[in-house]
């Protein structure tokens, strides 16, 4: 019986390796976005960084205030060699009307089978919605950091600010 607790208890209780850490390649992605057009993690590889911002819900206070900032300061972004998304797993008509909604002049993806934001490690399983989690992956396709300490009404100032202190360059 004492072999036997400590195997139910790792059968409930089992650390859960993070499926994209920093140093990894990152997973490929496909997803459609909110302007329409399919963008993959590959199309970036060897020219530039790119920062994936996901989160929970659409049209939910948070989410709607981390939209605007990336919306009304994404000229922050933007002096560095990057590309930069919002990305969620809510369907692609909802991405859509947000986008337009907040004036998101970037793109919105969805991803409505969970898949990425499940080999992203960022899916709330008991919920089934992505945490609020940004991933800055360099232009080799490298995961160079993961923040999960988000403050949505200066989200486009961080992100920058993290920009600057990994060393991606100007444009």
């Not at 963008?39 to 819900?57: E, F, H, M, N, T």
Request: hydrophobic fraction near 45%; include cysteine.
């Amino acid at each position: 019986m004492k072999k036997l607790v400590p195997l139910i208890a790792s059968l409930f209780f089992s650390v859960t390796v993070s499926a994209a850490d920093v140093g990894d390649q990152a997973p490929d992605f496909e997803l459609p976005a909110s302007d329409g057009n399919t963008y993959r993690l590959s199309d970036y590889r060897g020219d530039r960084a790119v920062v994936i911002a996901w989160y929970p819900k659409a049209f939910t206070s948070g989410c709607t205030v981390e939209c605007k900032s990336l919306a009304e300061n994404g000229h922050l972004i933007e002096e560095f060699e990057v590309a930069y998304f919002m990305a969620s797993v809510d369907p692609l008509a909802d991405n859509t009307a947000f986008a337009e909604e907040n004036d998101a002049q970037f793109p919105i993806l969805s991803d409505e089978d969970k898949r990425i934001a499940e080999a992203y490690d960022v899916l709330i399983p008991v919920i089934g919605v992505a945490s609020r989690t940004t991933i800055y992956i360099d232009k080799d396709g490298v995961i160079a950091f993961i923040d999960d300490d988000i403050n949505p009404a200066t989200s486009a100032e961080d992100i920058a600010s993290r920009l600057e202190a990994l060393g991606v360059a100007r444009l």
